[in-house]
């Protein structure tokens, strides 16, 4: 279960309250219904989190994160980008706010204290939100 819990965490990165409460209404829903048979795969969990994201319109981009995680799992499954990317500061917190600038290549990582800021240089690769997303979910999961 604790596995499930984690990828839970990571395709929900963008799930207001609210909408964690219904997908944990469904979740609960479909526990119920394998109660006599299996309990639900990862699939499932997939097919109930991205049903969740539409209807309360959790969107990056054009699709859901649970609908990218399907056509790319390994944007959250990587123990090193969890390390690289991880938000879990020394001395100081993040406000929420990651800022992205694609023209000069640079992560912007707002700090709630004195409106400070810390900042990075993007990888070759992150070009667009779908190559940015294992930075953003691996960095908020923390």
């Given at each position: 279960?604790?596995?499930?819990?984690?990828?839970?965490?990571?395709?929900?990165?963008?799930?207001?309250?609210?909408?964690?409460?219904?997908?944990?209404?469904?979740?609960?829903?479909?526990?119920?219904?394998?109660?006599?048979?299996?309990?639900?795969?990862?699939?499932?969990?997939?097919?109930?989190?991205d049903n969740t994201a539409r209807e309360f319109s959790c969107w990056f981009g054009i699709g859901t994160l649970p609908e990218i995680y399907h056509l790319y799992p390994d944007i959250v499954s990587s123990t090193e980008q969890q390390e690289k990317y991880s938000l879990k500061l020394s001395n100081i917190s993040p406000s929420g706010s990651i800022l992205v600038d694609l023209q000069y290549r640079k992560c912007l990582i707002e700090l709630s204290s004195n409106d400070a800021t810390l900042e990075s240089?993007?990888?070759?690769?992150?070009?667009?939100?779908?190559?940015?997303?294992s930075r953003f979910v691996n960095g908020c999961s923390s």
């Amino acid at each position: 279960m604790a596995n499930h819990i984690d990828f839970l965490v990571k395709v929900t990165t963008n799930f207001s309250g609210a909408t964690v409460d219904a997908l944990k209404s469904s979740i609960i829903v479909a526990i119920d219904q394998y109660q006599n048979s299996r309990t639900p795969t990862d699939k499932t969990l997939l097919e109930l989190t991205d049903n969740t994201a539409r209807e309360f319109s959790c969107w990056f981009g054009i699709g859901t994160l649970p609908e990218i995680y399907h056509l790319y799992p390994d944007i959250v499954s990587s123990t090193e980008q969890q390390e690289k990317y991880s938000l879990k500061l020394s001395n100081i917190s993040p406000s929420g706010s990651i800022l992205v600038d694609l023209q000069y290549r640079k992560c912007l990582i707002e700090l709630s204290s004195n409106d400070a800021t810390l900042e990075s240089d993007l990888n070759l690769e992150e070009t667009s939100t779908l190559t940015l997303l294992s930075r953003f979910v691996n960095g908020c999961s923390s």
